[in-house]
């Protein structure tokens, strides 16, 4: 199945047509620390040398060449950083002390610190990062069988505004840099073992990733390098609330990701509800915007379709959809509603899934549809930020 997940609510992907096993598993116990999770962090506040993650395989070149190293140093550190998991430069021990040193007087390998570290039952792992500057972003480790994906933020908050999603509920702070998108990569890869690999990567964290698609690209990019994480593009999911500019742009760059489109309403008055961004938006140009990404790159698109009690899981919304998407070359991904404290939305009733799903499955709809994981940690993304905030 070639579609990962989105951070939290859910990773398991079901086709069958039994109702849906929503599992809510106990609140695992807390780490409360980065001494945890085996992940003590150089962090300081005020340090201001630049992330290394931010560099280049280009730019590092140049600073060893500056310093008279061979190129090949290039090579070897960042085959530290990617595959050897190093901690810190000092754990380089390959390198000459000296240049180690230089490493660790020029840049930080690290610049989040672990506020948070929650684990639950089946192996699902969520870091909530405090930045440098304070800000604070969540990512997660999800295992299923054979798959280690890997859930992503692109900006510290949202700015889309989706009613019922934590992560927007104060709005955007900032951007992530391509240094911060890659930490997170880096720091819940080595959550594994050393045997096991990343083997997806959803931007399906906090923020809207073509809200900042210069960072989240050239942080993929990296992901998708065999020098880098080796993880072939058709397993990266860039997800969106549906930015037609964007995807368009997404359509012309020579790297063909999997594109998934926030879609959760089949007319524009709903959405315009849910999803407040729509109003400026419209979806016809959202999915006129996805016809060219599918026409330009061949890739299946997936939709995605939070399911809210009594607010689009009625059987009109359910033709709706089959009306806007039948004939599409796509996906649709029904993702039951992972509650938020002080929100109005619940989830549906067993019942009501099966009910919807029928709907879209006699309309001849392709459709996944989702085991809930990751209850017990919060595990929509913005969750445990807010839960800390507060
Ligand atoms: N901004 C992007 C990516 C981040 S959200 C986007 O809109 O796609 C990733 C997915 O999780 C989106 O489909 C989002 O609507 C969904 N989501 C957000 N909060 C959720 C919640 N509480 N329960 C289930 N899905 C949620």
């Not at 609510?9 to 096993?21: K, M, W």
């Not at 201001?48 to 140093?73: A, K, M, N, Q, V």
């Not at 180690?100 to 506020?115: G, H, I, K, M, N």
């Amino acid at each position: 199945m070639e579609f990962t997940t989105p951070c939290g609510p859910s990773i398991r992907h079901s086709r069958s047509t039994n109702a849906h096993t929503l599992v809510n598993w106990p609140l695992p116990p807390e780490r409360p620390s980065s001494e945890d999770s085996g992940m003590k962090t150089p962090f300081t506040p005020g340090d201001e040398r630049p992330h290394l993650l931010d560099l280049t395989s280009d730019d590092l070149r140049h600073w060893l060449d500056d310093r008279g190293y061979p190129t090949f140093r290039n090579g070897q550190i960042w085959a530290w950083v990617m595959h050897r998991r190093a901690e810190s430069f000092d754990g380089m021990s390959d390198l000459p002390k000296k240049l180690r040193e230089e490493l660790d007087s020029s840049f930080r390998l690290w610049t989040a610190s672990v506020a948070a570290h929650q684990k639950a039952d089946d192996g699902t792992e969520k870091l909530l990062f405090e930045l440098a500057d304070g800000g604070r972003i969540e990512c997660v480790l999800l295992r299923e069988e054979a798959r280690r994906s890997i859930c992503v933020s692109s900006q510290v908050g949202c700015a889309m505004g989706c009613v019922f999603c934590a992560s927007g509920l104060d709005g955007v702070d900032r951007n992530l840099s391509r240094g911060e998108i890659l930490e997170q990569m880096l720091r819940l890869q080595r959550l594994l073992p050393e045997e096991e690999r990343l083997s997806h990567i959803v931007m399906m964290g906090m923020g809207e990733p073509l809200a900042n698609l210069d960072s989240v690209l050239s942080a993929l990019e990296v992901a998708r390098d065999p020098q880098g994480l080796g993880i072939s593009p058709r397993r990266i999911t860039i997800s969106t609330v549906g930015l037609p500019a964007a995807i368009d742009r997404l359509a012309q760059y020579a790297t063909p990701f999997h594109l998934a489109i926030s879609l959760h309403a089949p007319n524009n008055t709903l959405r315009d509800r849910l999803v407040p961004v729509n109003a400026k938006i419209g979806i016809d140009d959202i999915l006129s915007a996805a016809d060219r990404y599918f026409a330009a790159t061949g890739r299946r698109l997936t939709f995605e379709y939070v399911l809210l009690a009594g607010i689009n899981d009625t059987q009109q919304c359910a033709l709706e959809l089959v009306r806007l998407l039948r004939g599409r070359v796509s996906m649709l991904n029904v993702i039951p509603y992972n509650q938020v404290a002080g929100l109005p939305y619940a989830t549906p009733s067993s019942e009501a899934i099966h009910n919807f799903r029928n709907f879209l499955l006699e309309g001849g709809i392709n459709i996944m549809f989702r085991q809930r994981k990751g209850d017990g940690i919060d595990a929509a993304c913005g969750q445990l930020r807010r839960q800390r905030a507060n």
